[in-house]
């Protein structure tokens, strides 16, 4: 069966540096999805991306925060400068389609560390 | 805004027992409803959806029907085993005819042989 994939599985960073957080989306998918879930806080949605654009973005997606699709089958979070409230478990997610019927499927996650 | 609320957890029970896990929603417009779960060092999982009122989703045994009346999705199994024991996501889409999802807190299920 298909599935989502994500590298790396665990990341440790300085506070400050950048980190690049991949995923492999589902092959057909067009829809693709970060959430990021805090120690003992909910899973919370960032931002979605279509047709290589952004189509919604959370109040937590900054300017510290980009995405890019950059060769058709990965799919990347960028955090340019890295602070400790970063450090959180980051899933990306693919559907078919966008509409409020079409189902999301998550990789494994990414932990991300911010020392 | 749309926003999900789930019962606290950890939810101990012993293998055979019935579960419910609430799961309540307030929203705009029309959402669907998702449970998802997640096994211990692993991605989070569908479990069921239900797309419009009065719908019910159903698999590997679990249930919840979506109830506008009064604005729930409880999540129930007849027959818990240890195989179920992770954590439990209620969720919905944000307001809108958007794919993003909203996501309760996560209610951990623990069944114990």
């Not at chain 1, 997606?61 to 089958?73: A, I, K, T």
């Not at chain 2, 692993?42 to 009064?70: H, I, M, P, V, W």
Request: glycine share 8%; aromatic share 12%.
């Amino acid at each position: 069966e298909p599935e989502v994939t994500q590298t790396p599985s665990h990341q440790v960073t300085q506070m400050g540096q950048e980190v690049i957080l991949r995923c492999v989306p589902i092959s057909n998918h067009l829809y693709f999805y970060w959430y990021r879930q805090i120690l003992g806080q909910k899973v919370e949605f960032l931002v979605s991306f279509y047709n290589n654009e952004i189509s919604e973005k959370s109040e937590i997606f900054d300017d510290q925060f980009s995405v890019e699709r950059p060769d058709g089958s990965n799919f990347t979070l960028k955090i340019r400068s890295t602070k400790l409230e970063d450090s959180a478990m980051y899933f990306c997610a693919s559907s078919e389609g966008g509409r409020r019927t079409d189902t999301q499927y998550f990789g494994p996650g990414t932990r991300l560390t911010v020392l | 805004g749309n926003s999900v609320t789930q019962m606290e957890g950890p939810v101990t029970l012993s293998e055979e027992a019935f579960l419910t896990i609430n799961c309540t929603y307030t929203a705009t417009g029309y959402p669907s409803l998702f449970w998802y779960v997640q096994y211990p060092g692993e991605g989070l999982q569908l479990l069921l959806k239900a797309t419009k009122a009065d719908d019910k989703g159903s698999n590997k045994g679990f249930e919840a029907t979506y109830r506008k009346e009064t604005t729930s999705f409880h999540l129930e199994k007849g027959s818990v085993q240890v195989s179920d024991s992770a954590v439990y996501f209620c969720a919905l889409n944000g307001p809108g005819n958007t794919g993003k999802l909203i996501f309760g807190q996560g209610t951990t299920l623990q069944v114990k042989p």
